[in-house]
């Protein structure tokens, strides 16, 4: 059966992640048999770190402040979780559904497809959004 997302629903949590004046910092897209819809939402990256287990695929939008002593600004990153012990078929089925989250979710900084934990460290991301930034005027701590 192929899949589907419900728009409407996620993109409700896709706007409240890109709200400023929201305290939700990242939401979880996940599959509810063949249909993506919003899963978990919070205002703490650690607690988004959870939801990333070993017999998950998921998809996640997270806003980020960065910026340098001149300026912050939210910047915004998609995350593909493939957990350890998916399954080969849902590995690469999670590839072409994600195209279906990107009809929702459409601003951001850098696209990240992610199976290791470590590399859900919110250092490592934020690095990684600096550089997709540009300029870096912050000549104090490089």
């Known amino acids: 059966m192929a899949t589907k997302i419900d728009k409407e629903a996620c993109r409700a949590a ?32 650690q607690d988004f770190i959870q939801q990333c287990t070993d017999d998950v695929r998921l998809f996640a939008f997270v806003r980020f402040t960065t910026g340098d002593a001149m300026s912050k600004r939210s910047k915004f990153a998609l995350i593909t979780w493939i957990g350890e012990n998916v399954s080969g078929l849902q590995r690469a089925k999670t590839g072409t559904d994600k195209t279906l989250v990107k009809e929702v979710v459409q601003n951001f ?6 199976s290791d934990r470590k590399e859900l460290e919110e250092d490592f991301i934020k690095s990684e959004l600096k550089k997709a930034g ?8 490089e």
């Open 14 to 45: 896709y706007n409240l992640v890109r709200d400023d004046c929201s305290a939700v910092i990242w939401v979880t897209f996940k599959y509810d048999g063949s249909t993506i819809v919003p899963g978990e939402q919070g205002s703490q990256y």
């Open 109 to 114: 900084a850098k696209e990240f497809v992610i």
């Open 134 to 141: 540009g300029a870096n005027y912050d000549a104090q701590t």
